[in-house]
């Protein structure tokens, strides 16, 4: 039998997240390397039998979907019994999530389930020697990178952020979708009780960080927050979105979502510019994939010069308004 | 309601010190001498919020932790910040633990201290992420050890008679929910504001009880899930990753350096009509 | 003979008030300094910390511990805020004469609201004829049917304005052989008659209000009085010596630690001729001779607090470590500015502030002369050859 790596298609608004798309994409890069492995998919959710063609259109052969209403929203109980029942039949090698907010919980929950490993917010997926799965994690923020294999147990569990693996469509393929009854995995012995009421979306201000090609980024040596704003002008005229560090976010002058870095996101834009960034290698791990990097800080021994392509020893109240400025004319 | 409230806490290399992390070139293992322990952040709203629900009634409130002996410092913050007794599991036989091996011994550590007390838990608590490893996915396997439902990145927890409102995010807004107990929570940052511990917490925490226990005192535990041998991961190579590039310095005036920029901006491609 | 070490417990009181003046104090301190104000809501959040009560046994409402613990909150606080180590240090003055001569009923009544934090306190004994001329004070109390009648000004009285409790000292007589007999009350806020007059404007310490407090016929009853009547002598100078000049010291101790942790980020930060300043030799000379004046006043400090919790008599020691760690200050703060070259003198950095609240804090409690006088005397009598 041909190994299978196993995605689960996260929905989030009725529609496949992303990161799962950008997940089907690194399968189909790790699948011959494993000998032509099959690519496969779960999908959990209401009337998202649709969504399986999108699957197909990223790599997907064969889809697993659980279509019920009691699906419709996300809860971490039902959803890892329905997906740790599906593991345990099928026997995927290998098993992706999303490390998204509810991905990052329901994918270690089925791994306990199936009593395997998961390594936690992936910075890239390898096929090793052995033909098993090397998920490279950093830590301590991100000045270290380990390799966390999975080799005695099964399926290799990992999750990814958004952001790190790009998506791009496959050829169009034929895919199987095969619907599982919810009365496969009903709980046997439910102890509390956790109902989901409502998702509240808050919309953004600003693009988000995650779809834009240019990134100006905020960092601790900004000043004021009349600084932040000229760097949400300077972002908008370059077409970008504006984005900060840790110190920033602690200002409140932005949402979360804003922020780069091991806790925050993980971003490659085409372009970043930096002001007064220093350089936190959490911080560092997350845009050290932008295609060319400006940065503005006016100590000339900072760490992000080191990371930079392009280097400005200056005070940022120097040429934040003038760059700014040069834009509009 | 006297709620009984656990807290699964842990301490962390402290960030402030990641600069002096580094990697024995030979052993291949991370050197972190120098590096002093802190509580783990999230960990203290976790025990914050388990301190909020056992005020107002009577109730109880366990501190647990599965660390080598330095642990027990942590412990005792937690006894003086209000938590009633505190329990360290530490032991050879757990050390090498990754999550599910970790939320395992956990999992083995409450039902004992439950067992002992003749009263489960109704909540457990743990912080959404350690500021180390970051794994993020301790609470919500403990969850499934002990079959409860459970919700991770909490930051928002109501009781109205009995029944609890909780709030959870999501990248862009989200999501809420109605729990009964028992339930396993992985509570975020924005949950709470951690009291401060008080020289009268201090003065208390010396009659409170710190146990520590070892393998012996788990006998219903099975090691095939315990410890390095019961964990599914296992550490691969390290390395220190090279992102170094070339750095290429602009000077000159304000608006010399400015112009430079906008060159590099226009080559990149990226900026649409600039 | 052990080395000294603070207790576990000790510690974790250490890190606890670290934790709390990294987060409430530090980021607003420049802030108080600059608008001459004391932080009331930071201040009664100390009281929730434990630091207002620290030496109060638990039943009165306090944690019990003693004046190592005390010294260890000031200087946590002051390491950020000295002006505000200041306030808290000056309501121990109030606090610590009502728990050592208190009647129960005193004590009962305001020792809990003084250690919660719900009210401040103060004392007052220095008059505009000077501080140190503690027998001259010409405020009066005077007996008048069957009740006290308080007459004078009381200047230079840190927490003038904003304490609840005020414990002072006045002349209620002389004895046989013409001497003044002081004696102390407790007088509180709204008192008829008493209120704070003239607010200084201070150099430094200004997260602390000091000032004049006024006694115009202030009529209070027996149950006022504090201590025995011409009790108030030794009273306000126990307070002043033991107390008072230990918590000077703690401040200062503060303010070094602030130069020693300022001196290095900067000697680290600051760039010269391709690498930070602190592989310079001359730099390194001056920060040898912070730790050095650091870890002399810490020594000096807790030692003398030691022996205020062993009970045993401490004045002496007490006056040494204040005169060493109030004079160290001033010469670190200067040090670090040194160090510092043009940022020094930038108010940005806090470096300023360290030392006008050091050469601030030299009067308070008695001045370098007046504390060589008081070890002089003390040597003199212990020491002999």
Known sequence: MSPKIWVHAEIFDGTVSEVSLELLTKARELAPVLGGAAIEATLLGSAIESEAARLAGYGASRVYAADASELEMYSPRPYALALSYLAALHKPDIYLFGATSTGSSLGPAVAARLKTGMAAHCVDLRINGDKKLAALVPSFGGRVIGEILCPGSSPQMASVKPGIFKASEAAAGRVTVERVPPEAWADANPKGSLKPLAIVKHPPRGMPIAEAQVIVCAGSGIGGEENWRLIERLAESLGGAAACTRPVLDEGWCEEGRMIGTSGRSVRPKLYIGFGVSGATHHVCGMNEAGVIINVNRDEATPIFEVSDISVEADVNAILPRLYEALRR | MAYRVAVCVKPVPDPNYYGHVGIDPVKKTITRAGVPNIFNPADKNALEAALRLREPGSGYAAAISMSPPEGAEILREALAMGADEAYLLCDRAFAGADTLATSYALCQGLRKIESEKGLPFDFIFCGAESADGATAQVSSQLGEWFGYPQLWNVFSLEERGGVFMLKTKLENGCMEWEAKPPMVLGVARELNKPRFISAMGVVKSRKKPLVTWGRSDLPGADDGYLGLAGSPTKAGDIFTPDIRREGRRLSGSPDEIVAGMLSVIRASGAAAGV | ?385
Not at chain 3, 332 to 359: C, H, Q, W
Request: with cysteine.
């Open chain 3, 1 to 385: 003979m052990h080395f000294f070490e603070f207790t576990e417990e000790q510690n974790m009181l250490r890190k606890a008030a670290r934790e709390f003046a990294e987060t409430e104090v530090a980021p607003r301190a420049a802030e108080w300094d600059e608008r001459d104000e004391c932080p009331l809501d930071v201040f009664k959040k100390l009281g929730e910390l434990g630091a207002n009560g620290v030496f109060v046994p638990e039943k009165y409402g306090g944690p019990g511990l003693g004046h190592v613990e005390r010294a260890i909150f000031i200087e946590e606080i002051s390491r950020h805020s000295a002006g505000l180590g200041m306030a808290l240090m000056t309501h121990h003055l109030g606090v610590y004469p009502i728990l050592r001569s208190g009647s129960e009923e005193q004590k009962e009544k305001y020792l809990p609201d003084l250690c919660s934090g719900e009210r401040f306190a103060g004392l007052a004994i220095t008059e505009p004829g000077g501080g140190s001329d503690f027998m001259g004070q010409k405020a009066t109390g005077e007996r008048r049917d069957g009740k006290w009648v308080l007459n004078g000004r009381k200047c230079f009285i840190t927490n003038s304005h904003i304490a609840d409790v005020t414990v002072a000292t006045v002349k209620t007589g002389v004895d046989d052989k013409g001497r003044s007999k002081l004696s102390a009350f407790i007088v509180e806020k709204g008192a008829p008659g008493f209120a704070p007059g003239r607010k200084e404007h201070k150099l430094g310490l200004r997260a602390s209000v000091t000032g004049d407090v006024v006694f115009n016929e202030t009529t209070l009853d027996d149950k006022a009085l504090l201590g025995p009547e011409g009790g108030g002598a030794r009273l306000g100078m126990e307070g002043v010596s033991e107390v008072g000049r230990a918590g000077m010291s703690a401040i200062c101790v503060g303010i070094l630690r602030g130069c020693l942790e300022e001196a290095i980020k900067f000697a680290n930060e600051r760039i010269l001729y391709g690498k930070p300043i602190a592989k310079i030799q001359a730099i390194q000379f001056e920060i040898a001779k912070i730790r050095t004046d650091y870890e002399a006043a810490r020594l000096l400090t807790y030692y003398a607090a030691g022996l205020k919790d062993a009970g045993k008599p401490c004045a002496t020691e007490v006056a040494t470590a204040k005169y060493f760690a109030t004079e160290a200050s001033v010469r670190s703060a200067k040090s670090t500015m040194d160090l510092m070259g043009g940022y020094g003198i930038i108010n940005e950095y806090p470096v300023g502030r360290f030392l006008r609240d050091a050469l601030t804090s030299i009067p308070s409690g008695g001045t370098s002369h007046i504390m060589q006088v008081v070890m002089a005397n003390g040597t003199l009598n212990d020491f002999h050859a």
